[in-house]
């Protein structure tokens, strides 16, 4: 169990265009999701968490406005990136856990590429 | 601020071989401690979570948790060239925090 779907895997657009990523827990009612970007060859760089049910919380240097996040559900939460820039391009990752003390478990990502 | 510590590598390790991947943290009050597989290009797949003191094993994999020098280790036995990979380490305090907090990742290489 503990599988985290992401759509679109993939996203080629141009500069300007708004995306938006899907998340979905497909068998596990996810309390929190959270999500993730990652440049080539760092780290993963935590966004923002989200609670099903509230407003997403972001991290220092996260742009609220530009990186829309809904949590409608225990199983779905999505981000849009919005009005795309060239520098946005990199690999999203959303996550998705149980409990608070539970691990999270991961999308297999969506490489954003901005033209 | 809380932090996770690992060496980036390469670390390169014979086929057949024990591989040791070790990390540190700097949160005492850390509780949970997970473990990551990320293959290039891929998103990271969870190999092993440890929340108490002591040595958890599957299958091949063993991990390694003392509270006490803040240390977390990950031991890959008979290594294997798909066992190459990045590995991140990633620590849960609980409180206010929701999230982990996730090293930069050791780069494995299994040499055949």
């Known amino acids: 169990g503990a599988v985290v779907s992401q759509h679109p895997s993939r996203v080629i657009c141009k500069s300007g265009t708004s995306v938006k990523i899907e998340c979905r827990s497909l068998d596990f009612q996810a309390t929190t999701m959270f999500w993730y970007r990652q440049f080539p060859k760092q780290s993963l760089m935590l966004m923002a968490t989200?609670?099903?049910?509230?407003?997403?919380?972001?991290e220092q240097g996260v742009e609220k406005d530009k990186f829309l996040i809904n949590h409608a559900s225990l199983t779905l939460s999505t981000l849009t990136v919005t009005s795309a820039h060239p520098e946005d391009s990199s690999f999203y990752i959303c996550s998705a856990r149980r409990d608070r003390d539970q691990p999270q478990h991961f999308g297999d990502g969506t490489r954003l590429s901005i033209l | 601020q809380k932090e996770v510590e690992q060496n980036s590598g390469p670390l390169s390790v014979p086929e057949g071989a024990i591989a040791s991947l070790n990390c540190t943290y700097s949160d005492r009050v850390s509780q949970s401690f997970f473990w990551y597989r990320q293959y290039s290009g891929k998103s990271p797949e969870l190999i092993m979570s440890i929340y108490s003191n002591g040595d958890k094993e599957d299958g091949r994999f063993t991990a390694q948790l003392n509270k006490a020098s803040q240390y977390v280790s990950l031991l890959i036995r008979d290594s294997q060239p798909s066992d190459s990979a990045t590995y991140l380490c990633a620590a849960f305090s609980g409180g206010g925090a929701d999230g982990l907090t996730f090293g930069k990742g050791t780069h494995l290489i299994i040499q055949p």
């Open positions: 989200s609670n099903e049910g509230s407003k997403a919380t972001y």
